[in-house]
C-alpha cells in the first residue's frame, strides 16, 4: 500500500522527468476511492518567458501512475 509521502515522491519524480524542471510544489494531495491525487505547480519556459503550470497526478495503491494533467496558470 503507497502511504502520502510515497505518492508526492512519486508525482515529484514523474513532473521532474516528463517536464525537465528541477523546482515542483506540492499543494495538496487526498485520497480518492482508493487512489491518491496530488496536485501541486511547476515552472516552465515557453518561449524564453517563464511561467508556472499546475497538474494533478493520479496514483493508484500499487504506486502506478493512471492519469496525469497539466494546465497552465
Known amino acids: 500500500m503507497v502511504e502520502v509521502e510515497d505518492a508526492e515522491s512519486i508525482a515529484i519524480n514523474f513532473v521532474r ?3 525537465s524542471v528541477p523546482d515542483v510544489n506540492v499543494t495538496m494531495t487526498e485520497l480518492e476511492s ?5 496536485r501541486g505547480t511547476c515552472p516552465i519556459d515557453l518561449g524564453g518567458h517563464p ?3 499546475s497538474f494533478e497526478i493520479k496514483i493508484d495503491q500499487k504506486g502506478r501512475i493512471k492519469a496525469s494533467s497539466f494546465k497552465l496558470i
Not at 34 to 38: F, K, L, Q
Open 51 to 53: 511561467w508556472r503550470e
Open 17 to 19: 522527468k516528463h517536464k
Open 34 to 38: 482508493g487512489v491518491w491525487v496530488v
